[in-house]
C-alpha cells in the first residue's frame, strides 16, 4: 500500500533536466525526509509529489490516483482537499491573525467562519502558541510563526502534509521543537509527511531518509 | 577524573560514588565496585583525596573519601581545558576512502553505506531526545552534533572524489 508514489519522474526547467528519472513510494502515515545537495532536484521532486509541478514524464500518484494527467484546476482542488504544506518562510498572510491563519485552509475549503476558527484554536494550546492566537505574522517569532504555519498545514487534517525546508530560517533549538511537534502531530493524527531538508539532524526525525543525487532518488536508507 | 569531579561536590563514600557516575556518566554500562575502589585508591596515593571519617555499620566499615586542595586543582584544570580538537585526517573513514581509490573501489559506495549507518544512528539519537530526560538529550545532542559534521565531510568529499582519485592514483 502506497499513499504517494513517483515512478520514473523527468522534469527539466528550459534546457536545465532537474528530474532524470526519479522513483520514490510513501506509505500511508510514514513520515519521509528527502535530503541531497542544493540543486540536486530534491525541491522539485516535492513539488511533483503535492501535484505543484508537471512532470515532463513519468507517474504521480497519491491514494492510488494518477494525479500528474489532472488539469490545474483540479490539481488546485485536490491540494486544497487533501495537502497540508508548511514552507520554510512560513508564508502567513500578514493581514490575517494567527488564527485566521490557521483557520484559513478550512475556511478555503467551505467551513463557515465561527467553525473554522473553532477548530483552528485548539492547535494553539496543542503547540504552545496558546495566548497568541490575535497576533499578526508581523509579532511572530520565527519559531511561533512556524507553528502556526504548522498548524495551518494540518488544521484540515490532510492525507499528506509537505514541508519543504520547514526549519531552515530557524535556529537549531527552535527548529528541533518545531520538528518534534511536527512529527508528533503528523502521527497523532495519521497523515503521511514529505519533507525536504538538507540538514541531516532534521532528517533523522523522519521515518526514512530518501537521498536525491543529480535528479535521481539513488539511495534509499532504511531506518 | 570523573570521580574526583563527583568528590568535589561533597565528601562521598565508594557506594555514592558509583550510583551518580552510573546514573549520569555510565551510558548503560555500570561502573564495576572493583574500579570505583581501585581509582579511589590510586586517587588516595597521589594525594588528589584522603580517607575521612570511617562509619562503622553493620556489615564492613564505610569510609568517607574528601577530596584534597591537590585533587581540587587537578579537577579544575581538567574543566578549565578544551578537550583536543582532533583534525579527524587518520579516521577510519578516511583511510578507507584513499585505500578504496587507490585501489580502484568504489569509494562512493562506502561512503553512501556509511551515510546510511549515520543517518541510522542520527534517528535513534533523536528517538532517545525526544522521550528522555535533559541528561541523555543532551548526550544525545553531543553524538548528532558530531554525526552531523561526518556527514558534512561524507558530502564533501563525495563532490570531490574524482579529484581525490586523480590525486592518490598519480
Known sequence: ?223 | MTLLGLLEREPSHGYDLKRDYDTFFSRGKPLPFGQVYSTLGRLARDGKIVIGEVEPGVGPERKRYVITERGATEVESWLTEPVEAEPNLQTVLFTKVVLALMLGRPAEEYLDIQRAAHLRRMKELTEIKRTSNLVDTMLADHGLFHLEADLHWIDTTVARLDALRAVVRG
Open chain 1, 1 to 223: 500500500m502506497k499513499a504517494i508514489e513517483a515512478r520514473d519522474v523527468v522534469l527539466s526547467f528550459g534546457e536545465t533536466p532537474a528530474l532524470r528519472g526519479a522513483s520514490v513510494s510513501v506509505a500511508p502515515g510514514e513520515i519521509v525526509a528527502i535530503m541531497g545537495p542544493s540543486g540536486s532536484g530534491k525541491s522539485t521532486l516535492l513539488h511533483c509529489l503535492a501535484g505543484i509541478l508537471v512532470p515532463n514524464a513519468g507517474e504521480i500518484h497519491f491514494d492510488g490516483r494518477r494525479i500528474d494527467t489532472l488539469s490545474e484546476n483540479q490539481r488546485s482542488v485536490l491540494r486544497r482537499d487533501h495537502f497540508g504544506f508548511v514552507f520554510q518562510f512560513g508564508q502567513l498572510v500578514p493581514e490575517l491573525t494567527a488564527e485566521e491563519n490557521v483557520a484559513l485552509p478550512l475556511l478555503l475549503g467551505g467551513i463557515k467562519r465561527a467553525a473554522a476558527l473553532a477548530e483552528a484554536r485548539p492547535w494553539f494550546e496543542r503547540l504552545g502558541l496558546a495566548g497568541l492566537e490575535r497576533r499578526r505574522s508581523g509579532e511572530l517569532s520565527g519559531g511561533q510563526a512556524q507553528r502556526v504555519a504548522l498548524a495551518r498545514g494540518l488544521v484540515a487534517r490532510p492525507g499528506a502534509l509537505f514541508a519543504d525546508e520547514p526549519t531552515g530560517a530557524l535556529d537549531s533549538l527552535t527548529g528541533e521543537q518545531v520538528m518534534d511537534l511536527l512529527v508528533s502531530s503528523a502521527r497523532a493524527q495519521g497523515t503521511t509527511v514529505v519533507l525536504v531538508t538538507h540538514e541531516a539532524r532534521v532528517a533523522a526525525y523522519a521515518d526514512r531518509q530518501v537521498i536525491v543525487r543529480d535528479g535521481r532518488v539513488n539511495a534509499l536508507v532504511h531506518s
